[in-house]
C-alpha cells in the first residue's frame, strides 16, 4: 500500500498504487516483472488503451516514417517465400502490429505480384496483439468492415481481400506455412538486469519507498541470477530476456513442423551493450520509474543473444544494420521512382523519410535486421543465400 505522502500526489496512478501493494505484499519486484505490468497490464497498461505512435504520441518507428519501409520488407518476404516454390496455405504472422501499417504496406505488394493469380493465393493475416485499442486502430488501417467488439479471435476481410485474425498469443495461430515478422517487439519484451559486485553477480530489482519506486541490489543471488547469466559474460551489467527465448523457441519450432521464415528487425547491439533500460514520453528520454503506464518503456534488443539461441533450431542469417538491408533491398531505385511521380511536398518528405530509415546517425546502424529459416533449408541458403543480408 502506498504511503499517505504521495496519496496526496494531485494525479492519481492506480497502476503505481498496485505496485507498489503488490511490493509491499511480496518483496521487491524484477524489472522483468516491472516491464511486463506497466506495459500490458490490462487497462492501465502503457499499450492497453492508447495510440502511442507518431508526432502526438511518444516514438515513431521506421514503417510510420514510410511506406518503402514495408513494401521492401513485403517484397523480401515474397521472394524468399517464392524461391522455396510459394507454399501454401500461406500465413503472414506479425508479432505487436503497432497501427497495422507494415502489414498494409506488405499486402499491397503481395497483392500487387500476385494479382494475376491471385484467386490461387490462399494467403490469412495474424495479428499477434495484447492491447484492445491497438487491435481496433489495425481494423481501422486494414478492414473495411469496422467492429465495436472485442476482436481477439474474430476474424475480419482486409480491403485487400485476404482474411485477418486477432490473437493475444501465437499459440491462439493456427499451424501452418508463415511468414512471422517482428518489427519493434522483442524490445518490449521483459528484461532481468543485473549487475556484478565485489560478492558476485547481484539482480537489481524493484522497490517502493514512501509511494515512490527505486532501484536496488538483491542482497543474495536471485534465481534468476543463478539460470540467465553466461558463466563467461564479461561485462559488469546485463540485460537478459528469457521472455525472449521463449518466444523464439516456439517460433523455431513452428518454422521446423510447419514451415516458415521469420524477420526480426529491431533497435539492438551484438552482445556488448549494458545498461539501455529506458523510458520515453512525448519524444523525450524520462524516468523509468516515473508515470508507470504512462510513458514507454523499452531495453535494446541483444541481436547475439538471439542469434545463439536460436542457432541450434534454426539457420540465422544476420543481423545486418538497417541501412544494409534497406540499400540491398533497393531503396534508393524505390525512392527515386516515387520521386519522379511526387509533389514538391511529397518529395521533401520521401527524401526526410529515406534519410530517417538509413543515415547511420538516425535509425540506420542502430535498427537491426535478422533472419531465421528451418534447417532443412540450410544447403539450399548456402546456394540461393537470402536477399537483403
Ligand atoms: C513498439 S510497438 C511496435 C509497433 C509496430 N510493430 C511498429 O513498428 O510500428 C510494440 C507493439 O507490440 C505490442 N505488444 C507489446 N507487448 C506485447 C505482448 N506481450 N504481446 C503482444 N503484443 C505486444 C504493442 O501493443 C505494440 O503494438
Redesign the pocket.
Known amino acids: 500500500m502506498r504511503k499517505a505522502s504521495f496519496c496526496n500526489s494531485p494525479k492519481e496512478n492506480k497502476l503505481l498504487d498496485f505496485l507498489c501493494a503488490k511490493i509491499e505484499a511480496t518483496g521487491p519486484i524484477s524489472v522483468a516483472d516491472y516491464m511486463k505490468e506497466v506495459?500490458?497490464v490490462p487497462q492501465s497498461g502503457y499499450?492497453m488503451s492508447r495510440d502511442?505512435?507518431g508526432s502526438s504520441g511518444d516514438?515513431i518507428?521506421?514503417?510510420?516514417v514510410s511506406q518503402v519501409f514495408g513494401e521492401l520488407i513485403g517484397i523480401w518476404f515474397y521472394n524468399e517465400w517464392c524461391k522455396i516454390g510459394f507454399p501454401q496455405p500461406l500465413q503472414l504472422v506479425?508479432?505487436?502490429?503497432?497501427?497495422g501499417?507494415?502489414t498494409d504496406d506488405i499486402l499491397r505488394v503481395f497483392s500487387k505480384l500476385t494479382s494475376k493469380h491471385k484467386s490461387n493465393l490462399n494467403l490469412s493475416v495474424h495479428f499477434?496483439?495484447?492491447?484492445p485499442h491497438?487491435c481496433h486502430i489495425q481494423m481501422s488501417k486494414l478492414c473495411s468492415e469496422h467492429v465495436k467488439e472485442e476482436l481477439h479471435g474474430k476474424t475480419l476481410t482486409t480491403k485487400y481481400g485476404f482474411p485477418i485474425t486477432w490473437h493475444?498469443?501465437l499459440v491462439n495461430v493456427p499451424e501452418a506455412f508463415s511468414l512471422f515478422l517482428a518489427?519493434?517487439?522483442f524490445?518490449?519484451?521483459p528484461i532481468h538486469k543485473f549487475q556484478k559486485t565485489s560478492d558476485g553477480w547481484r539482480e537489481i530489482l524493484i522497490d517502493c519507498k514512501e509511494g515512490e519506486l527505486q532501484f536496488i541490489l538483491s542482497r543474495n543471488p536471485t534465481a534468476a541470477t543463478k539460470f540467465l547469466i553466461d558463466k563467461n559474460e564479461k561485462r559488469d551489467h546485463v540485460e537478459i530476456s528469457p521472455t525472449s527465448g521463449i518466444l523464439l523457441d516456439e517460433i523455431t519450432k513452428r518454422m521446423k513442423e510447419d514451415g516458415g521464415i521469420t524477420l526480426i528487425a529491431d533497435y539492438g547491439h551484438l552482445g556488448t551493450k549494458t545498461d539501455t533500460f529506458r523510458s520515453f514520453k512525448k519524444h523525450q528520454l524520462h524516468n523509468p520509474l516515473k508515470n508507470a503506464g504512462e510513458a514507454?518503456l523499452?531495453a535494446d534488443v541483444d541481436f547475439q543473444f538471439l542469434s545463439k539461441h536460436a542457432k541450434e533450431k534454426a539457420v540465422v542469417v544476420g543481423p545486418v544494420n538497417q541501412a544494409s538491408f534497406l540499400k540491398n533491398m533497393g531503396i534508393e531505385i524505390r525512392i527515386q521512382e516515387l520521386m519522379q511521380r511526387a509533389t514538391k511536398e511529397n518529395q521533401e518528405s520521401l527524401k526526410t523519410g529515406y534519410d530517417m530509415l538509413t543515415n547511420s546517425n538516425q535509425m540506420g546502424e542502430r535498427y537491426k535486421f535478422l533472419a531465421l529459416f528451418p534447417l532443412v533449408l540450410k544447403e539450399f541458403l548456402c546456394k540461393f543465400p537470402p536477399s537483403g543480408f
Open positions: 506495459l500490458t499499450y502511442v505512435f516514438f518507428t521506421s514503417p510510420e506479425e508479432f505487436g502490429p503497432g497501427r501499417t507494415l499477434i496483439e495484447v492491447s491497438l493475444p498469443h518489427h519493434e517487439f524490445d518490449a519484451m514507454d523499452t
